[in-house]
């Protein structure tokens, strides 16, 4: 049997368990998924410190920018905006 400190609370059964992973997982469904990758690219400096002022200028960040694009060429793209 495991002992505890007088400040927890020691919960029993699958009951304790399950309430605490119906919270996470209501916690959890509000959020975003996580970003979990990558994109590198190479690209002249000149043009990437422009892009980052630029974005600086405008509140906003270079990266929250460039991932705006991408879904907006995703969105056309599906559209068959790009068919021959």
């Known amino acids: 049997m495991r002992e505890t400190t007088p400040n927890t609370q020691r919960q029993t059964g699958s009951a304790g368990r399950n309430s605490r992973i119906a919270v996470a997982k209501k916690k959890r469904k509000n959020k975003k998924p996580k970003k979990d990758a990558q994109l590198v690219l190479r690209l002249n400096s000149e043009l990437r410190d422009r892009f ?33």
């Open 52 to 84: 980052v002022d630029a974005c600086e200028d405008v509140d906003t960040s270079a990266a929250r920018e460039v991932r705006k694009f991408i879904k907006r060429f995703l969105k056309r793209y599906e559209k068959g905006e790009f068919d021959d």
